[in-house]
């Protein structure tokens, strides 16, 4: 639980941490010969023993804490899926429309700065527990690791559309139309998020776009 949770012990503390993980693991053992899945359960059992469950007033720490189980837990199951990984990423000349996200890439919408903290351990900076904020992050795979990208929310919603199925031309539709985006500012901004993207892995090319 210490290695798949590895933040998240230095964040609530190695005692306070190893308290939670054995009476979890009383109540949810392991089923099964991979530990992977282990911590499944691990959020919605600190969700469900919070200090302060029964308070009309919650303190903002717990919440905290959830969210980056949660994050955690996702990072080590992306870590681990199984993917397509045998395609060709695209590059600047590749025509808009044939752009596709990877296969193994997904989103985050959190409350609170946790990529921030999380990137903030890895890197052994001794983060201090963080201030609510929401934030937005993107985790990919590419050739067996994985990659984290920070997102503004405008970005965050871009991506939802395209990991929704839309075309490029779709979601740039859906983020005027439906989020209240000014075509003028989405033309400035694109050319900058697909090249960023781009030169991030985020995109390979659809062999199908000629027929879309």
Known sequence: MAKQFSALEYALGENLFRAFADEYLQQHPSTSYNLISLGENFAAFLEATRPDKNETVKEDWPDFMIEHTQFEYAINIIFEEKGEENYSLATESTHEEALQLISLFYTFDFQFPVRWYYSSFVNKREPELPLPEQSFCAVLRHNYKLFIHDLNYGQFLFLQHLISGYTISRAK???????????????????????QWIDAGVFNINPFHEFL
């Open 173 to 195: 539709h859906q983020l005027i139309t439906q989020n209240a985006i000014e075509p003028s500012q989405l033309k400035t901004f694109w050319p900058v998020w697909k090249k």
